[in-house]
T-cell receptor, first 114, second 113 residues
Framework: DAGVIQSPRHEVTEMGQEVTLRCKPI?????LFWYRQTMMRGLELLIY????????DSGMPEDRFSAKMPNASFSTLKIQPSEPRDSAVYFC????????????FGDGTRLSIL | GENVEQHPSTLSVQEGDSAVIKCTYS??????FPWYKQELGKRPQLIID?????GEKKDQRIAVTLNKTAKHFSLHITETQPEDSAVYFC????????????FGSGTQLTVLP
């Protein structure tokens, strides 16, 4: 089992640029979660999908953030335009059966917006 | 929504001693409580979880206890080792509109050799 795969591992870009983070969940998992981790706010849920359908995006901070899951094996989190306060580690996690089941995290993308 | 508070924020113990981390939650209908370990620069990894129909669960040196009446749960690590040094996060799955995991703020555990 390859686990949850995220890319890129690190991203450094200038303010105003579009940023796209990618995630491949564990095969067979039907839930996918995007989290953001910062020192100030800890680990926050941004959005989650069930069977490729977005269920709750109430954690998405602003309209600059969007997420898609075109199929069961791929999801993207996009920030456009990016701002320095978006700098954080973004984790993708997947589970089989929802939040009452173990969530498996990817290695994360460390995003720095200059 | 669910609110999870975690204490202490930092904890230092001597190798071989026990460590206890405590969390409280607000939603009395919460029914799933996982604990994650995150080493520096790495992903959070599930180390143990407990459901609301169980009061205690053990896995080798790690145990979790749940007190539903008081709405708190704790992580116990016995015979600590240097490799136990990491940040530990508790989480709770709420009910209703807050049906996803809410994480505590984390505890930096340092095991001194």
């Amino acid at each position: 089992d390859a686990g949850v795969i995220q890319s890129p591992r690190h991203e450094v870009t200038e303010m105003g640029q579009e940023v796209t983070l990618r995630c491949k969940p564990i095969s067979g998992h039907d839930y996918l979660f995007w989290y953001r981790q910062t020192m100030m706010r800890g680990l926050e849920l941004l959005i989650y999908f069930n069977n490729n359908v977005p269920i709750d995006d109430s954690g998405m901070p602003e309209d600059r953030f969007s997420a898609k899951m075109p199929n069961a094996s791929f999801s993207t989190l996009k920030i456009q335009p990016s701002e320095p306060r978006d700098s954080a580690v973004y984790f993708c996690a997947s589970s089989f059966g929802g939040s009452s089941q173990p969530q498996h995290f990817g290695d994360g993308t460390r995003l720095s917006i200059l | 929504g669910e609110n999870v508070e975690q204490h202490p924020s930092t904890l230092s113990v001597q190798e071989g001693d026990s460590a206890v981390i405590k969390c409280t939650y607000s939603d009395s209908a919460s029914n799933y409580f996982p604990w994650y370990k995150q080493e520096l620069g790495k992903r959070p990894q599930l180390i143990i979880d407990i459901r609301s129909n169980v009061g205690e669960k053990k896995d080798q040196r790690i145990a979790v206890t749940l007190n539903k009446t008081a709405k708190h749960f704790s992580l116990h690590i016995t015979e600590t080792q240097p490799e136990d040094s990491a940040v530990y996060f508790c989480a709770a799955k709420g009910s209703g509109s807050a049906r996803q995991l809410t994480f505590g703020s984390g505890t930096q555990l340092t095991v001194l050799p």
